[in-house]
């Protein structure tokens, strides 16, 4: 512990502590083996930032931000996760026989001397905040972590075949630590980098594993073909599936905590030439609980918004497709109405996130629960708010129209491009004009938009054909902006997405027009008319704003007219 009293007598010298609170700090410090800053930051003694202030300009120990310096993957490998989460560390730069570490606690000269000793570098300390360097090491020690499981099954394993009927049960038990350590790797790093999905692709000479970040598919790692058959046996173990058939399309589900944080992981199989493909959607319950203010609206969508939601019954849709958000959206409004004065029942498949005080039915197909039977039933519950996950055929199209007609408010997703387009898909589902024009209130259709990284965000100077594209006036715009790429981003530019609207209000002159059949195109040009925005025209608006790039409005809106 000498260090560490070298640390707090440096600190007691400069006044930025007394010797009293120091003493303290080192009999909580005996009791409890935590890091003395730590002690001195909880007890309210000194700041994190005082510390680094007074280590940077009076011992002249640099000060690295570690979300803008760009880490070098090198000078990872050089130090074991073990020693970087013991000392709370991370090697950031290699230069000639100098490795730079960022060290929560710089004048730890016992975690210098393991770096040194590990590294056979001479060490140049840095200092940063331990909770940057924590997530750091989450984010750069996690693909060693799954990379190196992979190395350890392959050396318990050296006689590993695809058949895996032919193996000796010693075999099958060596493997499953590491197969575990594996997939648990491949889910944390997946939770870390926020991917949406997971695609593990089994390929003739080797396993191609990917993430889906924002939208955007990544590769993130290969590993050798012969790990095919224990990885997606195990995620079968997890997801109650059969492991023992390959043939068949499957479908299961797991749980995965990880920081306190409770995931939901469907999983999928395919079968393909080359075998099983497995897709694991990961979704985060806390994640679908937002406020609208949230969601991304522009003022005058937030307002269409308000009043389709105040509306005390009829149908309320919302469009898109897969993974536009729409359930967040649909959970946003069930929170706002969630008022404890009414009875809300929803029927889903499955149910994402739970939400007090509201009646949550998930569809069991096996069962003979679809979403029709759960509806027939629901009615007879006395319900003022009904909300079903999808509509996906006229029976159950039809029950919600009922619904709405005899006064309740209904909620649902639909699969369209645009809003007026769930118009015309109710009547393809063989929905009378009639039925439609009188029940239904609104539709919100939505998309997701990257948003640029605000640690590498740079103006620049648009050119006549971006402006023109956006629909705007030279006088308009005189800048626009992207994202450079950074460590924070991992160099993409982006972090983060929002939505972008479409918000159509079933008034009086449109319910005429859907009386007399009216084409979606006719449809939509009457809800310009009274002030809707499209899609383009809402991306438009963020990339004035500067929330994204041109080049999300192209590849989002690319296919709108």
């Known amino acids: 512990m000498q260090i560490k009293k070298r640390l707090g ?3 007691v010298e400069t006044g930025l502590i007394t010797p009293e609170q120091l003493q303290k700090a080192l009999m909580l410090q005996k009791s ?50 073990n020693i970087a989460k013991r000392h709370t560390l991370l090697p950031i730069k290699i230069e000639h026989d100098k490795l730079y570490v960022a060290m929560a606690d710089p004048l730890n000269i016992f975690a210098i001397e393991d770096v040194q000793i590990y590294s056979g570098k001479n060490v140049q300390p840095a200092i940063a905040k331990s909770e940057d360097i924590k997530k750091q090491i989450d984010k750069y020690y996690g693909k060693q972590e799954a990379l190196k499981a992979a190395e350890e099954f392959k050396k318990e394993n050296k006689f590993f075949r695809l058949d895996r009927n032919k193996q000796s049960k010693e075999q099958d038990d060596s493997a499953s630590a590491p197969i575990v350590k594996l997939v648990n790797s491949v889910f944390e790093q997946a939770i870390i980098q926020r991917a949406s999905d997971i695609h593990i692709e089994p390929f003739e000479e080797e396993i191609i594993i990917k993430f889906r970040i924002d939208g955007i598919l990544y590769e993130i790692m290969k590993t050798e073909v012969e790990l095919h058959a224990p990885l997606v046996a195990r995620i079968k173990v ?44 990961i979704a985060d319950k806390k994640a679908f609980l937002k ?29 898109g497709p897969t993974g536009s958000g729409k359930s967040t959206t649909l959970y946003t409004i069930l929170r706002e109405l969630n008022t404890g004065t009414k009875n809300i029942i929803t029927v889903e498949d499955p149910v994402e996130s739970t939400i007090k005080g509201v009646n949550q039915v ?32 006229k029976e159950t199209a039809e029950i919600a129209v009922r619904a709405a007609i005899t006064g309740h408010l209904v909620l649902s997703t639909i699969h369209t491009n645009d809003a007026p387009s769930a118009v015309t898909r109710l009547v393809d589902m063989g929905i009378e004009n009639f039925l439609i024009s009188s029940s239904l209130v609104g539709v919100i259709a939505q998309r997701l938009v990257r948003k640029i990284c605000p640690h590498c965000k740079e103006e620049y100077v648009p050119d006549e054909a971006e402006v023109k594209a956006l629909g705007f006036d030279a006088s308009e715009i005189d800048k626009l902006y992207k994202g450079k790429g950074c460590v924070y981003c991992g160099n993409k530019g982006y972090i983060g997405r929002t939505g972008i609207y479409e918000i ?58």
Request: aromatic share 8%; net charge negative; proline share 3%.
């Open 9 to 11: 007598e440096f600190l």
């Open 32 to 81: 409890s083996g935590k890091k003395l800053g730590e002690i001195l930051v909880e007890q309210g003694f000194i700041t994190e930032d005082q510390i680094i202030e007074v280590l940077e300009f009076q011992l002249g120990i640099p000060h690295v931000k570690l979300d803008r310096f760009p880490i070098e993957q090198d000078a990872i490998k050089l130090v074991s996760e």
């Open 238 to 281: 997890l997801g109650n599936m059969d492991i023992a058939e390959k043939r068949i399309p499957q479908d299961g589900r797991t749980s995965y905590n990880y920081f306190d944080r409770e995931y939901d992981m469907r999983i999928s199989t395919l079968p393909t030439v080359y075998g099983e493909k497995v897709v694991i959607r």
């Open 291 to 319: 406020e609208k203010k949230d969601l991304g609206f522009l003022k005058q969508d937030l307002d269409r918004y308000d009043k389709i939601i105040s509306s005390p019954h009829g149908i309320i849709l919302v469009s």
């Open 362 to 393: 998930e569809i069991n197909q096996k069962a003979g629960l679809t979403f029709a039977t759960a509806l027939r039933s629901i009615l007879r519950q006395d319900p003022d708010i009904i909300m079903i996950g999808e509509i996906r055929d």
């Open 504 to 561: 159509l209000i079933v008034d009086k002159n449109l319910r005429n027009y859907i009386l007399k059949s009216a084409s979606s195109d006719e449809l939509k040009d009457l809800a310009l008319q009274n002030g809707m925005l499209t899609l383009k025209q809402s991306c438009a608006q963020k990339v004035k704003k500067g929330e994204t790039t041109f080049e999300e409005f192209l590849r989002v809106t690319y296919s709108m007219e």
